[in-house]
């Protein structure tokens, strides 16, 4: 590989050379007194690195870019020569080594003069010294570090499925990482209730939930971490369990016996009752285990199928159960079977049993199929036996009884306290005050519970537990506090404790450790935020006797994000976009502290690929493409891969790995609708997966329809903010978020600033409860399979689909396709949002123009799709292309549209299943246009024009339509008049 790569690297030297020069004469002169020339040959240079990496490269499973210099600056005053590398040079493996190395091949290459100059070697700005996963001011401290203390075992679960092993990243480091409290039962009042107030809509217990679960876990995920939570993740208020005792009503449990077949355990194992639990009881010690010899053979082997009966399509977290024996392998085998999709699992047995393991969450159909299930087989490597208890799917509702009631609510917003018990752990973990004081137990639950499933691991050693190296515990809270001033933020707190256990740590390390953790989060976070937003406050860091991080055996750290009580930290809070830039600082943080910790180099993982488009050739081959998104702060994100996830008939594929391209090309059968999703990759981990673009291969049809993806917004609720006035109007817009979650209690009641630092009834903020409970749905990148999946239902049309941004930068070829399908959704101009602009913008409007002057059709819809449309010109497009105008908004709560000789439903209001549009546009006819689909109170919802071209305008999300018969047969009627001969 290193021949090859020399030889390939020496070709393009040559060929781009002439097209650097200019850039590197130019950037030279930067510093007062700076050399008029350059001070080496960049050929030369190149050439002397690329010696110097290539025998790393061939223990790299990666195809890299070609080692190039990009600027070169040199600084007389100061005799410093600084050369800068292209970005794809941050791929590479740094350490202590390979930058004295690198820092040397540039000095030797250096005219005479200037070999007395410092060298320094940067990718982006950044010393690649800085890239090896230990900054400067976070260097080794000797006894705050774990040394010869580590972890090299299997992980706890591992999925062999996926295509990216993130060697960088935190593969194999095993996290503990909670939100907040959770709704706990008021022994003294005798209620459920929150820790906090109802405040500008929410709680802390619902906010910190929604930064932590929708974004900091996945990315710590993606990054390779198995990742320990004290409280339930899933979202999902279904539960089923599947088990050898009492399988639920509808559930199959089936045994298959091979020669070594399945016997019960001797141990005590999970049993399920339909019924609420009391204080005290304990699921895991009323039931059986059942376990099987292990075997190498890859057929004639035991196994157990776990299927449930799900009472719904959607998405379910997956748990096992199971027992550790002194004979337990480090590999057992679990499948599981969603939506007819195989993804493969190995569970380390030997540690975490006698409680319920998280595999992943995944999509089931609705009843119940041998293709929605879950199989454990004793196959292993290893001699030993396998051990099976339950499955459960889904996270269900809380079920633990206290003062003779459960919450009623479900379980993940409970708190740890209740999870504790479910999850099988002894009453001493989670009832230390004898059933007086929940709230005070359920502090101590989180630290107690995460040590417990430590203990004896070599991060814990001193304490009994199940083995599982837990490295690193983390609380995100949020915080109360006020400022009168508009714009003033409370920030980031960062809290550790250091005087406790004779300064140490379970392993013997330094509680120093600690101390460097939280310090390290402050930081970043006022690094990372204050480079995006231009402010943030840090607060500095607290070192004092907090249970969350006096309890914990490892490094801990509390980190309190933003005031709940402050209305400018909750409008920051609020916004989907900041909460993905926190949670990233965060993650990175932990990457750098856990990498830092063993002495090992890091990479961040990338950022999420964009404008993806699919175009099908000659012969049914589909060209799928997209845009690479760089972290301009991180040089290290660069990706060297892509992961492309494909969907067929049932859910997306686990995924194919694509090597340092941006296209990726494959056969299509006729027919066949196919759906893709890419995420971005390198050796620190992937990005989260890009909305979806769908394309189905019709040989002989004659018509293309094009599906264009309008929507890239994401934002906080309207908000109404005056002299005298502060908060969130969710009913004017209650924005809209990534993913589902239990995001709000209530809708605002009071606005008064005048009542500002009233923490309850009668202050500034206060809200009621009118949501609580409801799982909100947000954007899940669909929009294009759902319309795509409503067109290929309604027709034989072939179909297309890209990002709007794709087309409007010329990428996206639209002129063989007779229609032309803008999906806006809830787009629109809402002041605050990154990725917020009105629906049509000018370039959108421009094409589709041109579209309707070759005599196409058209299709635009959106809640919003007229709402910005102000200027001249906007309104001749309107005009003159869509026939209509803005006649207002409907913002009754009636969902039905009638027309068509059919009446259908929509999303109108907040719910757990699509993304509602509250508000819709109410659209007027323009001659000899006509409506064609009226709301309830009889307003235009929908406006048709056959003329010089054929367009509808729906005033609402197509995709909106709740029901997918309704689609298809409001899409057929569309078809047939876009698409007609008459």
Known sequence: MTTRFLTITKRIFHTTLLALSPLLFATTATAQNAASDLPFEPSEAESRITKVMAKQIEQQPYNFATIRVSSCTTDRNRQQVEVGMDKGFADFHFDEKSVKAVTKAVKKSLFKPYRRYAVRVTVGGIDIADLTGQPPRYSAHGTDQWGDIDYRGRPWVSNVSSPLVPTHGLYNRHLSLWASHGRFYDVKKGVWRWQRPKLFGTTEDLFTPTLVGNYLIPMLEQAGAVVFT????????????????????????????????????????????????????????????????????????????????????????VYVSYSTLPKSVDDAHYTVWHQGVKTELRVNQRMGGGTWVYLGTFRFDKGSNEYNRVVVTNQSERKGVVTSDAVRFGGGMGNIRRGGQVSGLPRCLEGARYYAQWAGMDNSIYDGRKGTDDYADDINTRSLMSNWIAGGSCYAPDRKGTGVPLELSLGVHSDAGYSKDDGVLTGSLGICTTQFNDGRLAAGISREASKRFATLLTDNLQHDLRQRYGRWVTRGVWDRNYSETRLPAVPSAILETLSHQNFSDMQLGQHPEFRFEMARSVYKSILRFVSSQHGQPCIVSPLTPTNLRIHILDGGVAELAWDVTEDPSEPSAHPNGFIVYTKEAGDFDNGTYIHSTNRYRLQLHPGVLYSFRVAAANRGGRSFASAAVSARWMPDAQQSVLIVDACHRLSAPAVRCNASEQGFNL??????????????????LDFRRSRMGIEGEGGLGWSDDSLTGLLIAGDEGNRIITHAEAIAAASNCQIESCDSRAWETGQVDSRHCQLIDVATALQREDGSSRHSGKALTEPLQRLLDEHAKRGGSLLVNGAYVATDLVSASDNRFLSEVLKCSLAGAYRQPNDTLKGMGTEFYVHHRLNSRHYAAPAMDILQAEAPAFTTLQYANGTGAAIAYKGSHRAVTLGFPLECVKEPTQRTSLMRALLQFLLGRD
Not at 731 to 748: C, E, S, T, V
Request: with cysteine; proline share 7%; aromatic share 12%.
């Open 230 to 317: 004290p409280r339930e993740r899933d979202t999902q208020s279904h539960e089923l369990i599947v088990d050898n005792d009492a399988p639920q009503l509808g559930a199959s449990y089936i045994e298959v016996g091979g020669r070594r077949h399945w016997q019960t355990a001797p141990c005590k194992g999970f049993a399920w009752h339909d019924a609420s639990y009391d204080n005290g009881d304990n699921p895991f010690e009323a039931g059986t285990v059942r376990m099987a010899n292990t075997t190498k053979k890859k057929r004639n082997y035991n196994l157990i199928s776990y299927q449930p009966r799900f009472p719904e399509e959607g998405e379910y977290a």
């Open 731 to 748: 009913d004017l817009d209650p924005g809209i978020d990534r993913g589902k979650a239990y995001r709000w209690a209530g809708r605002q």
